[in-house]
């Protein structure tokens, strides 16, 4: 194990020390997932960005780069979607490194776009609905079927035509996802 290091966050004198230097994979979920819990609170923006922040930092709030712990006294900015910064450098939200980096989608209009999904709205009526075009909607429905792919969680819910992903599909690695322009 490798010795403690530290964490600064937003040049606050309070540091934070972890023995954990390796960060963590961010989590993700699909359309199966959100399908599974939504109901009318979701329609709140906070009951939205606490459930795909909770769904994208499954082991807790951390730097990306470092994987320092985010401070106790800086996890409410962390999940508001604020920027910090960490004393090894690096700048990051809750959503940094994750598959929804970089999104111009709002929490709530991202479950939206996974509930239609599920549902097996067409491309068109979903980019009405998102007011956005129907390539995004593909490239989103994209992203998501490769997530899908990367994922074997036994409570992984499926939905790709209503059968588990291929298997033999795991060989499509993150970058792919990650070139998906959002």
Same mark, same amino acid.
Request: glycine content about 6%.
């Given at each position: 194990?490798?010795g =403690?290091?530290?964490?600064a966050? &937003? !040049? !606050?004198a309070?540091?934070?020390?972890h ?17 599974? *819990?939504f ?6 923006? !906070? =009951?939205?960005?606490?459930? *795909?922040?909770?769904? #994208? ?5 951390y /730097?990306p !780069?470092?994987?320092a712990?985010?401070p ?7 999940r508001?979607?604020?920027? $910090?910064? /960490?004393? /090894?450098?690096?700048?990051f939200t809750?959503? %940094? &490194? %994750?598959? $929804?980096?970089g999104?111009? #989608? ?5 479950i939206?776009?996974?509930?239609l999904?599920?549902?097996g *709205?067409?491309?068109?009526k979903?980019?009405e609905? $998102?007011?956005m075009? %129907?390539? &995004? ?10 997530l899908? %792919? ?6 992984? *819910?499926?939905?790709v035509?209503? &059968?588990q ?8 690695s993150? =970058? ?5 322009p =959002?």
């Amino acid at each position: 194990m490798q010795g =403690t290091e530290t964490i600064a966050i &937003n !040049d !606050d004198a309070s540091l934070l020390s972890h023995s954990e230097p390796l960060p963590r994979k961010p989590g993700s979920f699909g359309p199966g997932d959100v399908a599974q *819990v939504f109901c009318a609170d979701f329609f709140n923006s !906070d =009951t939205c960005r606490e459930w *795909v922040i909770n769904r #994208l930092h499954p082991h807790g709030e951390y /730097c990306p !780069d470092c994987g320092a712990h985010v401070p106790e006294k800086f996890i409410i900015r962390f999940r508001s979607g604020d920027r $910090l910064r /960490c004393s /090894c450098g690096k700048f990051f939200t809750a959503l %940094t &490194n %994750t598959f $929804l980096s970089g999104c111009q #989608l709002d929490t709530r209009e991202v479950i939206l776009l996974a509930i239609l999904l599920f549902l097996g *709205v067409g491309d068109k009526k979903i980019a009405e609905f $998102l007011r956005m075009s %129907t390539a &995004n909607v593909r490239l989103w429905r994209q992203k998501f079927e490769a997530l899908d %792919t990367l994922h074997t969680r036994e409570n992984r *819910v499926p939905w790709v035509n209503g &059968n588990q992903p291929d298997m033999d599909l795991i060989e499509v690695s993150t =970058t792919i996802i990650s070139s998906i322009p =959002t």
